[in-house]
């Protein structure tokens, strides 16, 4: 079945400093990814939509120049969190989809902690 | 306002019982539900996926359901394990580009 292999699975950062997060499909090829942010016991919030070639897409509220995100390939979206500061500590979790019908199959998600 | 209302928040089961989730939404024009089950610490895995004219849909012991006049969805566990421990998120899909909209899903913990 269709994989998504996010990385990495957990990083710890200093204050200030940037993380890069990928996710990479697999065994397809997929047009759109997204990108999610989940806190302890809440929901998944989304925070961006990233289309193969093209700028992404932020949801309102989300700081596109602190969350770059490039989606260079079918099969790579990356998520760069810039001068990371301790509230940006979170589950960082992309999706991917084949179509627009189709089931979002998940990466494992990434935990960052920022201190 | 698109929203996606799941219940109960919180479950707590003995192994080998049943349990049911309910999904409400208000998500229009309609285009699909989803259900994903969501381990501790891990991305959502695919359950199920439902259009508008589907009502029932199985996956081994998980049955959903939709009733697309109500706009309400069930999610039933049959002969829960304790591996069914996780929470369990509905997702609703519209028509066109829009962003699919997610509940904040039920905790399920079976116990032994």
């Known amino acids: 079945g269709a994989v998504v292999s996010q990385h990495p699975s957990w990083v710890i950062c200093k204050s200030g400093t940037s993380v890069k997060i990928e996710c990479r499909s697999l065994d397809f090829q997929a047009t759109t990814m997204f990108w999610y942010r989940q806190f302890p016991k809440q929901s998944l919030m989304l925070m961006a939509t990233s289309n193969e070639g093209s700028k992404a897409t932020y949801e309102q509220g989300v700081e596109k120049d602190k969350f770059l995100i490039n989606h260079a390939s079918l099969t790579l979206s990356t998520l760069t969190v810039t001068s990371a500061h301790p509230e940006d500590s979170s589950f960082y979790i992309c999706?991917?989809?084949?179509?627009?019908?189709?089931?979002?199959?998940f990466g494992n998600g990434t935990r960052l902690t920022v201190t | 306002k698109n929203q996606v209302e799941q219940s109960p928040q919180s479950l707590i089961i003995l192994e080998g019982k049943n349990c049911t989730l309910q999904c409400n939404y208000t998500v229009s024009p309609f285009s699909n539900l989803r259900w994903y089950k969501q381990d501790t610490g891990r991305g959502p895995v695919s359950l199920t996926i439902m259009t508008f004219s589907e009502n029932t849909k199985s996956n081994g012991r998980y049955t959903a359901t939709l009733d697309a006049d109500t706009k309400q969805s069930s999610l039933h566990i049959t002969a829960s394990q304790l591996s069914d421990s996780a929470s369990y998120i509905c997702v609703v899909g519209s028509q066109g580009n829009t962003p699919l909209v997610f509940g904040k899903g039920t905790r399920l913990s079976v116990i032994a």
């Open positions: 999706s991917a989809r084949v179509d627009h019908f189709g089931p979002l199959h």
